[in-house]
């Protein structure tokens, strides 16, 4: 992934869960992001799509859980 979509897609965890600039935004999963609730999914999933100028149908949604998972579906999104 190139730098300028990794700082984009790390700025839009940090906006979309409230974090704070020193957490490692890497590191974040569902599972253990207290407010990574379904508004917040949906609200990350919008984000993505147009930032990235992608659309995730419901199946690739389904696949984000964690900043690595949405690193891995960006690529395969922006190269198909």
């Not at 730098?3 to 984009?8: G, K, L, Q, V, Y």
Request: hydrophobic share 40%; net charge negative; aromatic share 8%.
């Amino acid at each position: 992934m190139k730098p300028d979509i990794e700082s984009t897609l790390s700025q839009i965890f940090r906006i979309v869960f409230e974090l704070e600039d020193d957490v490692d935004t890497s590191s974040i999963r569902r599972i253990n992001e207290v407010r990574w609730d379904s508004l917040a999914n949906v609200t990350l999933v919008t984000a993505i799509e147009s930032e990235f100028g992608i659309n995730l149908d419901y199946s690739e949604t389904e696949r984000l859980t964690s900043y690595k998972s949405a690193v891995i579906l960006i690529n395969e999104k922006l190269s198909a």
